[in-house]
């Protein structure tokens, strides 16, 4: 299963990015899809996390701003991103279970 991450840009602060990851195949039984993401000389860190049963869990610094949501039957998980800050400049990857996407890249200028 290949997982292909989209919508990452350049945009100015207090701007909206919706981030999309399609798996190649159905994914059905995962217990954990989420968002992870990494800035430059930064560990990668846990953006959002939707597991089994609709438990979600998001960062501190993203939290009210930034939304995960998955569609089984499309393959996909979401993350929409709001009032975006500088500070979430970083590579964004997916993942679907114990599978990665490539990562897509995210800028936000003040």
């Known amino acids: 299963v290949q997982l292909q991450a989209s919508g990452g840009g350049l945009v100015q602060a207090g701007g909206s990015l919706r981030l999309s990851c399609a798996a190649s195949?159905?994914?059905?039984?995962?217990?954990?899809v989420g968002w992870y993401r990494q800035a430059p000389g930064e560990n990668r860190e846990l953006v959002a996390s939707?597991?089994?049963?609709?438990?979600?869990e998001y960062a501190a610094s993203v939290k009210g701003r930034f939304t995960i949501s998955r569609s089984v039957a499309e393959n996909t998980v979401s993350l929409q991103m709001n009032s975006l800050k500088p500070e979430d400049t970083a590579r964004y990857f997916c993942?679907?279970?114990?599978?990665w996407g490539q990562g897509t890249q995210v800028t936000v200028s003040s």
């Open positions: 993942h679907i279970g114990h599978y």
């Open positions: 195949k159905k994914v059905t039984v995962t217990n954990r």
């Open positions: 939707m597991m089994r049963g609709g438990i979600i």
